[in-house]
């Protein structure tokens, strides 16, 4: 339950080494949040193949792949290992042990921290990613937060059909599945696991496991009323 390769295609990204051991000992795929700093300590070089708009600060530890363009406001601080063909806009903040995929979407006052974004997401506006996960194609809308840390600080567990699952992690955003869509300005609570092919409406608030294939719907009531003429 839970293996890597239920919520990840293993095909669009080049760092599947490090979901290697997961899959074969059929371990949770959230463990892998906890070795990203470990797998880039050992296979990250730095270098510069990319493009630079402006003057963006690239720190030393930092690898950006072929065809990708790094504009002038982007803050990548490392390590990180950006793939080829990416757009890293001006405000992205790009923190330590990042991963990001070929063909993926950085975009303005996001940040980015303890992560790997597999091939082709787009992470555009205003987002928090932090101690997670996304899949092939994965889509966060305007303003969406991936939380990664309880108010109470202390170790994370995943809610599951009424069931608490342990991670041992304090810190654990999400684990978002291949072409899952994730709407406007929605709050995706700590320890959550959503599915692949999943859509989830403009403002949901998601905490626990969702299925693959799975719509939320997200409805707050309103009421309207006649303003008192002054």
Not at 72 to 82: L, M, V
Not at 107 to 132: A, I, M, Q, R, T
Request: hydrophobic content about 35%; proline content about 4%.
């Amino acid at each position: 339950m839970f293996k890597p390769s239920e919520y990840l295609d293993m095909g669009h990204t080049q760092h599947h080494a490090l979901f290697e051991t997961l899959e074969n000992e059929d371990k949770p795929v959230w463990e892998a949040i906890a070795q990203i700093g470990d797998y880039l300590k050992f296979r990250l070089t730095p270098g510069m193949e990319g493009t630079l708009v402006g003057r963006p600060f690239i720190g030393e530890k930092v690898y950006i792949g072929d065809g990708t363009v790094v504009e002038q406001g982007a803050f990548i601080k490392g390590p990180a290992w950006i793939g080829s063909n990416c757009h890293i806009r001006s405000g992205a903040y790009i923190r330590e042990h990042v991963i990001l995929g070929d063909g993926v979407v950085a975009g303005n006052s996001s940040e980015f921290k303890n992560c790997v974004l597999f091939d082709g997401c787009e992470v555009p506006h205003f987002n928090y990613v932090g101690d997670s996960i996304l899949g092939y194609k994965a889509h966060l809308g305007a303003g969406v937060i991936l939380s990664n840390v309880k108010l109470t600080r202390d170790e994370i567990s995943v809610l599951h059909d009424g069931c608490m699952i342990p991670t041992g992690l304090r810190k654990f955003g999400a684990i978002i599945g291949d072409k899952t869509e994730v709407g406007c300005n929605s709050v995706i609570n700590p320890g959550s696991v959503l599915g692949k092919n999943c859509i989830l409406y403009p403002g949901t608030q998601w905490r626990g496991v969702l299925g693959h294939q799975s719509v939320v719907k997200w409805s707050q009531q309103q009421t309207i009323m006649q303003r008192r003429a002054r």
